[in-house]
């Protein structure tokens, strides 16, 4: 075992730099060659895991079967390192059948997030969260992103989850540093940060890595400032994520991913297709991407 084994295998598993993974299309369908590609070259720097079927990957223009092929091609590609599967819905039976039809693949873990348009009572969220824990073969991230679901977590609402033996971590995506920092504190979950923006922010308060969808482009740049963030080298840090800033603002100038796969199509990884009603980057973006 190296010596870089023996540091990573102290670490919790959901814990560094973990790509949410692009859909790729082409001509309307999924495009699996280009995923499996792009799965393998981010796997080579260093990345700790994959988010297959998050909102960066366009799920919710997926149908199931479709979810399930794109689950499978990131896996194979993914070679061993840990995938984590996207699970939302608002009807709680056809959640609970999407939960258990997943126990039957070798997926790290499931980021769910609370049930969108609905927006329940904390009670509520409580009985959500806790039942697909419970009919779940792997550990739950709570994907935390009110602006997409329209219901909020409160603080004592993800206390009281941490302490399911299958809540392990959260995609923090709330808007609010003093939730961020109670949960950090806390220590039961594993703080991931979903904003790009806050990478830098929420790892030097002490959180345990990022879900990011800039990280696709620059990966090596994105694995060395987590690096250096976890050991509290913020200085180092610093310039770092000062030359990433351009690139991390270019990235959500429009809806996430059309920025992105605009750039990777520049790359020639992949097309720059997107499912409607999602629209690709405009003109004046792509300019913008092309000169970084």
């Known amino acids: ?72 091609t990131v896996l194979s590609a993914a070679q061993g390192l840990p995938v984590v599967m996207g699970v939302s819905g608002y009807h709680q039976g056809q959640v609970l059948e999407q939960v258990r039809a997943l126990a039957h693949y070798p997926v790290a873990g499931l980021l769910v997030s609370a049930p969108h348009y609905i927006r329940p009572s904390q009670e509520g969220l409580l009985h959500w969260f806790r039942t697909l824990a419970d009919a779940s073969a792997v550990p739950l991230l709570i994907y935390d992103i009110p602006y997409r679901t329209g219901a909020t977590l409160t603080t004592e609402t993800l206390l009281a989850l941490a302490a399911h033996p299958r809540i392990e971590a959260i995609k923090d995506c709330g808007g609010n540093t003093a939730k961020t920092q109670a949960l950090i504190a806390d220590g039961r979950l594993q703080v991931l940060t979903g904003e790009d923006a806050q990478i830098f922010h929420a790892l030097a308060l002490g959180g345990a890595g990022a879900i990011s969808a800039c990280a696709h482009w620059q990966t090596p740049r994105f694995v060395e400032l987590i690096a ?59 300019d913008r991407l092309k000169a970084l």
Do not use: Y
């Not at 309307?28 to 297959?52: I, Q, S, Y």
């Open 1 to 72: 075992m190296s010596a870089t084994d023996t540091a990573t295998s102290h670490q919790p598993l959901f814990s560094g730099l973990w790509i949410a993974l692009v859909t790729p299309f082409k001509d309307g369908a999924v495009d699996h060659p280009a995923l499996a590609a792009l799965t393998t070259r981010l796997r080579a720097d260093g990345v700790a895991g994959f988010v297959a079927c998050g909102s960066t990957g366009e799920a919710a223009a997926l149908d199931k079967a479709e979810q399930l092929q794109v689950l499978e």
């Open 228 to 286: 250096l963030l976890r050991s509290g080298d913020l200085s180092a840090a610093r310039p770092v994520w000062q030359a990433l800033q351009p690139w991390v603002d270019a990235c959500f100038a429009e809806p996430n991913p059309a920025p992105l796969k605009a750039m990777l199509a520049h790359a020639g990884w992949m097309r720059s297709e997107l499912r409607a009603p999602m629209m690709p980057a405009s003109e004046a973006l792509q």
